[in-house]
Protein backbone atom coordinates (compact mmCIF):
# COMPACT_ATOMS: atom_id res chain seq x y z
CA UNK A 1 0.00 0.00 0.00
CA UNK A 2 1.50 3.66 -0.84
CA UNK A 3 2.16 5.93 1.56
CA UNK A 4 -0.62 8.06 2.66
CA UNK A 5 -1.16 11.56 3.89
CA UNK A 6 -0.41 12.88 6.67
CA UNK A 7 -3.29 12.54 9.73
CA UNK A 8 -5.58 11.30 7.46
CA UNK A 9 -3.16 8.03 6.96
CA UNK A 10 -2.35 7.88 10.74
CA UNK A 11 -6.28 7.83 11.66
CA UNK A 12 -7.17 5.28 9.03
CA UNK A 13 -5.02 3.02 10.31
CA UNK A 14 -5.56 3.57 13.95
CA UNK A 15 -9.08 2.57 13.01
CA UNK A 16 -7.91 -0.70 10.96
CA UNK A 17 -6.32 -1.37 14.30
CA UNK A 18 -8.79 -1.07 16.54
CA UNK A 19 -11.85 -2.44 14.42
CA UNK A 20 -10.69 -5.26 12.35
CA UNK A 21 -8.94 -7.62 15.18
CA UNK A 22 -12.29 -6.89 16.98
CA UNK A 23 -14.98 -8.05 14.39
CA UNK A 24 -12.42 -10.68 13.58
CA UNK A 25 -12.72 -12.33 16.81
CA UNK A 26 -16.35 -12.21 17.31
CA UNK A 27 -17.06 -13.49 13.59
CA UNK A 28 -19.32 -10.52 12.53
CA UNK A 29 -20.54 -7.31 13.02
CA UNK A 30 -23.34 -6.42 15.60
CA UNK A 31 -26.74 -7.05 14.21
CA UNK A 32 -28.59 -6.15 17.14
CA UNK A 33 -26.91 -2.50 17.97
CA UNK A 34 -25.39 -1.06 20.28
CA UNK A 35 -26.16 -3.04 23.48
CA UNK A 36 -23.55 -5.76 21.65
CA UNK A 37 -20.54 -3.23 22.21
CA UNK A 38 -21.05 -2.04 25.48
CA UNK A 39 -18.81 -2.33 28.37
CA UNK A 40 -17.70 -5.72 29.69
CA UNK A 41 -19.67 -6.32 32.47
CA UNK A 42 -15.90 -7.22 34.54
CA UNK A 43 -14.07 -4.39 33.34
CA UNK A 44 -12.48 -3.37 30.41
CA UNK A 45 -11.04 -5.60 27.53
CA UNK A 46 -7.71 -6.66 27.46
CA UNK A 47 -6.14 -5.20 24.32
CA UNK A 48 -2.81 -6.81 22.11
CA UNK A 49 0.54 -4.93 21.63
CA UNK A 50 -0.96 -3.03 18.27
CA UNK A 51 -4.89 -1.79 20.32
CA UNK A 52 -3.12 -1.03 23.46
CA UNK A 53 -0.52 1.56 21.22
CA UNK A 54 -3.21 3.48 19.32
CA UNK A 55 -5.48 3.45 23.19
CA UNK A 56 -1.72 5.23 24.02
CA UNK A 57 -1.61 7.39 21.07
CA UNK A 58 -5.47 8.77 21.36
CA UNK A 59 -4.70 9.61 25.29
CA UNK A 60 -1.65 11.65 24.53
CA UNK A 61 -3.33 13.55 21.63
CA UNK A 62 -4.07 17.14 22.12
CA UNK A 63 -8.07 18.46 22.29
CA UNK A 64 -7.63 19.48 18.07
CA UNK A 65 -6.50 16.22 17.64
CA UNK A 66 -9.09 14.17 19.34
CA UNK A 67 -11.74 16.03 17.71
CA UNK A 68 -10.39 15.53 14.28
CA UNK A 69 -10.21 11.83 14.78
CA UNK A 70 -13.75 11.85 16.19
CA UNK A 71 -14.05 13.75 12.80
CA UNK A 72 -12.63 11.45 11.07
CA UNK A 73 -14.43 8.25 12.08
CA UNK A 74 -17.75 9.80 11.56
CA UNK A 75 -16.66 10.63 7.83
CA UNK A 76 -16.02 6.95 7.60
CA UNK A 77 -19.03 5.84 8.81
CA UNK A 78 -17.92 4.39 12.18
CA UNK A 79 -18.41 7.35 14.62
CA UNK A 80 -20.91 5.36 17.13
CA UNK A 81 -18.86 2.05 16.62
CA UNK A 82 -15.42 3.38 17.51
CA UNK A 83 -16.69 5.15 20.36
CA UNK A 84 -18.74 1.62 22.03
CA UNK A 85 -15.33 -0.14 20.94
CA UNK A 86 -12.98 2.44 22.46
CA UNK A 87 -15.60 2.18 25.91
CA UNK A 88 -15.01 -1.45 25.74
CA UNK A 89 -11.43 -1.03 25.59
CA UNK A 90 -10.87 1.72 28.54
CA UNK A 91 -14.19 0.70 30.60
CA UNK A 92 -14.97 4.37 31.28
CA UNK A 93 -11.29 4.55 33.33
CA UNK A 94 -10.80 7.85 35.09
CA UNK A 95 -7.46 7.64 35.18
CA UNK A 96 -7.86 7.84 30.97
CA UNK A 97 -9.65 11.59 31.49
CA UNK A 98 -9.71 11.30 27.00
CA UNK A 99 -12.07 8.91 27.26
CA UNK A 100 -14.55 10.09 30.26
CA UNK A 101 -16.90 11.31 27.94
CA UNK A 102 -17.13 7.81 25.28
CA UNK A 103 -20.13 6.78 26.98
CA UNK A 104 -22.14 10.14 26.79
CA UNK A 105 -21.09 11.18 23.20
CA UNK A 106 -22.25 7.83 22.33
CA UNK A 107 -26.02 7.93 24.07
CA UNK A 108 -26.11 11.26 21.91
CA UNK A 109 -25.36 9.76 19.11
CA UNK A 110 -27.69 6.63 19.26
CA UNK A 111 -30.47 9.01 20.24
CA UNK A 112 -30.16 10.47 16.80
CA UNK A 113 -29.86 7.06 15.39
CA UNK A 114 -32.90 6.03 16.49
CA UNK A 115 -35.05 9.05 15.68
CA UNK A 116 -33.59 8.88 12.24
CA UNK A 117 -34.94 4.76 12.27
CA UNK A 118 -38.11 5.64 13.39
CA UNK A 119 -38.32 8.84 10.57
CA UNK A 120 -36.88 6.18 8.47
CA UNK A 121 -40.12 3.81 9.13
CA UNK A 122 -42.63 6.31 8.33
CA UNK A 123 -40.59 6.85 5.11
CA UNK A 124 -40.93 2.99 3.87
CA UNK A 125 -45.18 3.13 5.02
CA UNK A 126 -45.56 6.77 3.10
CA UNK A 127 -43.57 5.26 0.35
CA UNK A 128 -46.00 1.73 0.22
CA UNK A 129 -48.87 3.64 -0.68
CA UNK A 130 -47.14 3.53 -4.70
CA UNK A 131 -48.17 0.17 -4.26
CA UNK A 132 -44.78 -0.67 -4.56
CA UNK A 133 -42.27 -2.04 -1.49
CA UNK A 134 -39.79 0.05 -0.87
CA UNK A 135 -35.88 -1.57 -0.08
CA UNK A 136 -33.86 0.50 2.41
CA UNK A 137 -30.13 0.45 0.46
CA UNK A 138 -26.67 0.98 1.71
CA UNK A 139 -27.88 2.70 4.96
CA UNK A 140 -28.16 0.29 7.07
CA UNK A 141 -25.05 -1.59 5.92
CA UNK A 142 -23.25 0.50 8.69
CA UNK A 143 -25.35 -0.60 11.20
CA UNK A 144 -25.39 0.50 14.50
CA UNK A 145 -24.00 3.87 12.35
CA UNK A 146 -26.61 5.00 9.57
CA UNK A 147 -24.30 7.62 7.80
CA UNK A 148 -25.51 11.07 6.78
CA UNK A 149 -28.21 10.46 4.90
CA UNK A 150 -31.64 7.86 4.06
CA UNK A 151 -30.81 6.11 0.97
CA UNK A 152 -33.83 3.98 -0.24
CA UNK A 153 -34.74 2.12 -3.85
CA UNK A 154 -38.43 1.78 -5.44
CA UNK A 155 -39.77 0.76 -7.99
CA UNK A 156 -43.02 2.87 -8.48
CA UNK A 157 -42.62 5.75 -10.80
CA UNK A 158 -41.25 9.15 -10.15
CA UNK A 159 -44.27 11.50 -10.16
CA UNK A 160 -45.87 9.01 -7.89
CA UNK A 161 -42.63 8.82 -5.43
CA UNK A 162 -42.90 12.38 -5.11
CA UNK A 163 -46.20 12.97 -4.54
CA UNK A 164 -46.14 10.19 -1.70
CA UNK A 165 -43.11 11.52 -0.20
CA UNK A 166 -44.67 15.60 0.01
CA UNK A 167 -48.53 14.24 0.74
CA UNK A 168 -47.23 11.62 3.51
CA UNK A 169 -44.50 13.69 5.13
CA UNK A 170 -44.22 17.02 4.16
CA UNK A 171 -40.93 16.63 2.41
CA UNK A 172 -39.15 19.32 0.20
CA UNK A 173 -37.63 18.43 -2.77
CA UNK A 174 -34.35 18.97 -3.51
CA UNK A 175 -32.62 20.30 -6.84
CA UNK A 176 -31.64 17.98 -8.84
CA UNK A 177 -27.42 17.47 -10.41
CA UNK A 178 -27.53 16.43 -14.08
CA UNK A 179 -26.85 12.97 -13.12
CA UNK A 180 -29.48 13.21 -10.32
CA UNK A 181 -31.80 13.10 -13.45
CA UNK A 182 -29.98 11.06 -15.52
CA UNK A 183 -30.11 8.54 -12.53
CA UNK A 184 -33.77 9.32 -11.35
CA UNK A 185 -32.74 10.10 -8.25
CA UNK A 186 -34.37 12.19 -5.74
CA UNK A 187 -33.35 13.72 -2.57
CA UNK A 188 -35.55 15.07 0.01
CA UNK A 189 -35.50 17.28 2.78
CA UNK A 190 -37.87 15.84 5.72
CA UNK A 191 -39.07 18.42 8.60
CA UNK A 192 -37.20 17.74 11.56
CA UNK A 193 -34.79 15.14 10.54
CA UNK A 194 -31.49 16.15 9.81
CA UNK A 195 -30.49 13.51 7.13
CA UNK A 196 -31.63 13.96 3.58
CA UNK A 197 -33.01 11.17 2.42
CA UNK A 198 -32.50 9.62 -1.29
CA UNK A 199 -34.48 7.55 -3.25
CA UNK A 200 -33.40 5.47 -6.46
CA UNK A 201 -36.28 5.57 -8.45
CA UNK A 202 -36.45 2.60 -10.66
CA UNK A 203 -32.67 2.05 -11.31
CA UNK A 204 -29.77 2.37 -10.38
CA UNK A 205 -25.88 3.36 -11.10
CA UNK A 206 -24.39 6.93 -11.55
CA UNK A 207 -26.25 7.28 -14.81
CA UNK A 208 -29.00 4.96 -14.33
CA UNK A 209 -27.65 2.71 -16.38
CA UNK A 210 -28.63 -0.16 -14.02
CA UNK A 211 -32.36 -0.76 -15.05
CA UNK A 212 -32.19 -4.84 -14.85
CA UNK A 213 -30.42 -4.87 -11.55
CA UNK A 214 -33.11 -3.43 -9.52
CA UNK A 215 -35.40 -6.79 -10.44
CA UNK A 216 -32.19 -8.89 -8.71
CA UNK A 217 -32.55 -6.58 -6.03
CA UNK A 218 -36.24 -7.08 -4.70
CA UNK A 219 -36.08 -10.46 -5.82
CA UNK A 220 -33.56 -11.54 -3.75
CA UNK A 221 -34.43 -8.78 -0.89
CA UNK A 222 -34.90 -9.92 2.93
CA UNK A 223 -35.89 -8.71 6.07
CA UNK A 224 -34.24 -7.47 8.81
CA UNK A 225 -34.61 -6.47 12.12
CA UNK A 226 -33.27 -2.93 13.25
CA UNK A 227 -34.55 -2.42 17.07
CA UNK A 228 -38.21 -2.58 17.26
CA UNK A 229 -38.48 -2.17 13.10
CA UNK A 230 -38.75 -4.25 10.16
CA UNK A 231 -37.13 -3.00 7.00
CA UNK A 232 -36.54 -4.69 3.66
CA UNK A 233 -32.89 -4.85 2.63
CA UNK A 234 -30.68 -6.01 -0.48
CA UNK A 235 -29.40 -9.56 0.36
CA UNK A 236 -25.54 -10.00 1.25
CA UNK A 237 -24.67 -10.54 -2.20
CA UNK A 238 -26.51 -7.47 -3.62
CA UNK A 239 -25.27 -5.52 -0.54
CA UNK A 240 -21.48 -6.23 -2.21
CA UNK A 241 -22.87 -5.30 -5.44
CA UNK A 242 -24.19 -1.32 -4.20
CA UNK A 243 -20.52 -1.29 -2.41
CA UNK A 244 -18.53 -2.21 -5.57
CA UNK A 245 -20.82 -0.34 -8.27
CA UNK A 246 -20.35 2.82 -5.68
CA UNK A 247 -16.80 2.37 -4.82
CA UNK A 248 -15.22 1.02 -7.68
CA UNK A 249 -17.13 2.66 -10.45
CA UNK A 250 -18.28 5.39 -9.24
CA UNK A 251 -16.74 7.28 -6.49
CA UNK A 252 -13.29 5.69 -7.34
CA UNK A 253 -12.61 6.08 -2.95
CA UNK A 254 -13.27 3.60 -0.38
CA UNK A 255 -14.45 4.87 3.26
CA UNK A 256 -13.32 2.50 5.88
CA UNK A 257 -17.43 1.24 6.82
CA UNK A 258 -17.03 -0.99 3.55
CA UNK A 259 -13.79 -2.70 4.85
CA UNK A 260 -15.27 -3.46 8.01
CA UNK A 261 -18.82 -4.39 6.34
CA UNK A 262 -17.16 -6.75 4.61
CA UNK A 263 -15.00 -8.01 6.51
CA UNK A 264 -18.10 -9.25 8.96
CA UNK A 265 -19.65 -10.38 5.88
CA UNK A 266 -17.26 -12.77 4.41
CA UNK A 267 -15.79 -13.56 8.31
CA UNK A 268 -19.47 -14.88 8.96
CA UNK A 269 -19.82 -16.65 6.11
CA UNK A 270 -22.80 -15.41 4.89
CA UNK A 271 -21.81 -14.39 1.04
CA UNK A 272 -22.11 -17.14 -1.65
CA UNK A 273 -19.37 -16.52 -3.43
CA UNK A 274 -20.71 -18.55 -6.50
CA UNK A 275 -23.79 -16.45 -6.79
CA UNK A 276 -22.09 -13.13 -5.96
CA UNK A 277 -19.71 -14.05 -9.28
CA UNK A 278 -22.87 -15.16 -11.40
CA UNK A 279 -24.71 -12.48 -10.71
CA UNK A 280 -22.52 -9.30 -10.88
CA UNK A 281 -20.98 -10.70 -14.07
CA UNK A 282 -24.32 -9.54 -15.86
CA UNK A 283 -24.03 -6.45 -14.90
CA UNK A 284 -19.93 -6.56 -15.81
CA UNK A 285 -18.57 -5.63 -12.37
CA UNK A 286 -17.22 -8.71 -11.48
CA UNK A 287 -13.67 -7.70 -11.58
CA UNK A 288 -14.55 -4.63 -9.68
CA UNK A 289 -16.35 -6.93 -6.52
CA UNK A 290 -13.17 -9.35 -6.82
CA UNK A 291 -10.72 -6.55 -6.07
CA UNK A 292 -12.93 -4.65 -3.53
CA UNK A 293 -12.74 -8.07 -1.30
CA UNK A 294 -8.77 -8.54 -1.92
CA UNK A 295 -8.36 -4.63 -1.03
CA UNK A 296 -10.66 -5.41 2.07
CA UNK A 297 -8.22 -9.17 2.73
CA UNK A 298 -5.34 -7.16 2.06
CA UNK A 299 -6.19 -4.06 4.99
CA UNK A 300 -6.87 -7.42 7.42
CA UNK A 301 -3.61 -8.85 6.72
CA UNK A 302 -1.76 -5.64 7.33
CA UNK A 303 -3.44 -5.17 10.89
CA UNK A 304 -2.14 -8.61 11.88
CA UNK A 305 -5.65 -10.81 11.64
CA UNK A 306 -4.57 -12.74 8.61
CA UNK A 307 -6.39 -12.72 5.08
CA UNK A 308 -10.15 -13.25 4.48
CA UNK A 309 -11.17 -16.70 3.24
CA UNK A 310 -11.39 -15.65 -0.24
CA UNK A 311 -12.17 -18.52 -2.64
CA UNK A 312 -9.36 -18.83 -4.89
CA UNK A 313 -11.57 -17.40 -8.18
CA UNK A 314 -12.28 -14.34 -6.33
CA UNK A 315 -8.37 -13.50 -5.34
CA UNK A 316 -7.59 -14.05 -9.51
CA UNK A 317 -10.29 -12.23 -10.74
CA UNK A 318 -8.96 -9.35 -8.37
CA UNK A 319 -7.30 -6.78 -10.31
CA UNK A 320 -5.26 -5.53 -7.95
CA UNK A 321 -5.05 -4.88 -3.77
CA UNK A 322 -4.73 -2.28 -1.49
CA UNK A 323 -0.64 -1.67 -2.36
CA UNK A 324 -2.24 0.12 -5.65
CA UNK A 325 -4.38 2.49 -2.95
CA UNK A 326 -3.43 5.37 -0.78
CA UNK A 327 -4.92 7.20 1.63
CA UNK A 328 -5.94 10.88 0.63
CA UNK A 329 -7.02 13.68 2.19
CA UNK A 330 -10.26 11.76 3.59
CA UNK A 331 -10.94 8.60 1.93
CA UNK A 332 -8.97 5.00 0.62
CA UNK A 333 -8.37 6.41 -3.20
CA UNK A 334 -8.33 4.09 -5.62
CA UNK A 335 -5.83 5.81 -8.60
CA UNK A 336 -8.27 6.64 -11.57
CA UNK A 337 -5.12 5.77 -13.60
CA UNK A 338 -4.71 2.88 -14.59
CA UNK A 339 -6.61 1.29 -12.14
CA UNK A 340 -10.29 3.23 -12.19
CA UNK A 341 -10.18 3.59 -15.94
CA UNK A 342 -9.69 0.02 -16.80
CA UNK A 343 -12.22 -1.32 -14.76
CA UNK A 344 -14.52 1.21 -15.98
CA UNK A 345 -13.46 0.74 -19.53
CA UNK A 346 -14.15 -3.29 -19.10
CA UNK A 347 -17.30 -2.36 -17.32
CA UNK A 348 -18.54 -0.61 -20.60
CA UNK A 349 -16.88 -3.22 -22.98
CA UNK A 350 -18.87 -5.63 -21.48
CA UNK A 351 -21.97 -4.46 -21.11
CA UNK A 352 -21.84 -3.42 -24.70
CA UNK A 353 -21.00 -7.48 -25.84
CA UNK A 354 -24.24 -8.23 -23.68
CA UNK A 355 -26.02 -6.03 -25.82
CA UNK A 356 -27.69 -4.10 -23.15
CA UNK A 357 -27.06 -1.16 -25.34
CA UNK A 358 -29.29 1.26 -23.51
CA UNK A 359 -27.04 0.73 -20.16
CA UNK A 360 -23.76 1.37 -22.53
CA UNK A 361 -25.08 4.45 -23.69
CA UNK A 362 -25.91 5.75 -20.42
CA UNK A 363 -22.65 4.73 -19.24
CA UNK A 364 -20.81 6.48 -21.90
CA UNK A 365 -21.90 9.70 -20.39
CA UNK A 366 -19.91 9.09 -17.44
CA UNK A 367 -16.49 10.70 -18.76
CA UNK A 368 -18.42 13.49 -20.10
CA UNK A 369 -19.93 14.38 -16.42
CA UNK A 370 -16.62 13.46 -14.66
CA UNK A 371 -15.06 16.46 -17.13
CA UNK A 372 -18.29 18.54 -16.43
CA UNK A 373 -17.95 18.45 -12.61
CA UNK A 374 -14.15 19.03 -12.57
CA UNK A 375 -14.15 21.97 -14.45
CA UNK A 376 -17.11 23.40 -12.69
CA UNK A 377 -15.38 22.85 -9.72
CA UNK A 378 -12.43 24.54 -10.55
CA UNK A 379 -14.87 27.16 -11.52
CA UNK A 380 -17.07 27.54 -9.18
CA UNK A 381 -15.19 25.49 -6.11
CA UNK A 382 -18.47 23.06 -6.23
CA UNK A 383 -19.60 20.09 -8.54
CA UNK A 384 -22.66 19.28 -7.03
CA UNK A 385 -24.88 20.58 -9.70
CA UNK A 386 -23.32 18.12 -12.13
CA UNK A 387 -23.47 15.13 -9.64
Not at 130 to 147: A, C, F, M, Q, R
Not at 253 to 266: K, S
Not at 289 to 314: C, E, M, W
Not at 348 to 367: K, M
Amino acid sequence: MKKGVGSAAEMFEMLAILHLPAISGSGHPAEDGPAEHGPAEHGPAQPGPQIAGVLARLQNMSDQEWSEFLHFAELQRVYLRTLQLLEKYTGGDVVAPRFKDLLQLAQVEQQSVQASLATLDKIVRALATTGHTPLVIKSLDHWPDIGSDLDLFISASERDTVHAMQSELQAETQPQSWGDRLAHKWNFRIPGLSRLVEIHVGCLGQTGEQDELPRQLEKTSVLREVGPFRFRVPAPEEQVTLATLQRMYRHFYIRFTDLLNLTGLVRSGRLDFTRLQASTQQWSIWPGVATLLKITSDYNQRVGVGPLPLPDFVVRSARFGADATYVGKQFLRVPMLPQGSQLFLQQLVGTGVTRRFRSAARLSLLPVLAVAAFVNLRITGDDKGIW
